[in-house]
């Protein structure tokens, strides 16, 4: 199984310490941000990485080469400065990903969500011609009404009976998800999904672990504060 982590954002909310760093490789304790996902993929055993990137991306290139350091082999999806939001870039990135399920990281996010429980969802979807599993998480201050919700047989719609949570940004994708989507060109994957629930072809599990959207200078010293003592 590949995973692909989105390192393509400006960070516009992260300034001044983005003009010059591109997010993804803001420290965060004794790692940059992206580090703490291609460490917990590696454990997982899924070594095959792609990143996309834009904004300040030869940064991110350098910093990581080809994944050694990290016991992965990382290939690079470049987008050019502007980047392709996030359907846009997966869609740009789908001959390094392959034809079977593949799971998509934000970079942007710190959580000890099971990675590998991903290659038990690759499975199912496989197995059940469904196109999308997502992680949702309790909705924090910053999105108190959610994004989805996750009914009792796991099944996940834009609104209806269920628990309205916040998509964590970490999912399971069928290729066939993004089959409409044109390559470079910038592409919403929201759009993608309520389409996909509106089929029956999502489904979600609930994360009630460590979940924080480092979006902010806040948050970025409280996921600093989290991870001061982690060692991999």
């Not at 692909?4 to 591109?22: F, K, N, S, V, Y």
């Not at 599990?205 to 001061?228: I, P």
């Amino acid at each position: 199984m590949k995973a692909m982590i989105l390192a393509a954002g400006r960070g516009e909310r992260m300034r001044p310490l983005t003009d010059h760093c591109p997010k993804p490789l803001l420290a965060v304790g004794s790692e940059p941000l992206i580090g703490h996902h291609l460490r917990r993929l590696q454990a997982a055993g899924i070594t095959e990485v792609v990143i996309n990137h834009a904004w300040l991306g030869a940064q991110i290139e350098a910093r990581l080469g080809d994944g050694a350091d990290y016991g992965v082999h990382i290939r690079y999806s470049p987008e050019g400065a502007q980047g392709l939001e996030t359907a846009g870039g997966i869609a740009t990135a789908l001959p390094l990903l392959g034809e079977a399920p593949f799971l998509v990281v934000n970079g942007d996010v710190l959580t000890d969500i099971d990675f590998q429980a991903a290659l038990a969802q690759a499975a199912r979807l496989s197995a059940a011609g469904t196109l999308a599993h997502l992680w949702l998480v309790a909705n924090p201050p910053h999105n108190p009404g959610g994004d989805f919700v996750l009914a009792a047989d796991g099944a996940v719609s834009s609104a209806g009976a269920g628990i309205a949570l916040t998509f964590s940004g970490i999912g399971v994708y069928h290729p066939q998800l993004f089959a409409d989507t044109a390559p470079h060109q910038a592409a919403k994957l929201a759009p993608l999904l309520r389409t996909a629930m509106q089929q029956g072809q999502v489904s979600g599990s609930e994360h009630r672990g460590l979940w924080l959207d480092v979006g902010t200078v806040e948050r970025l010293q409280q996921a600093n504060e989290l991870a001061a003592d982690w060692r991999y």
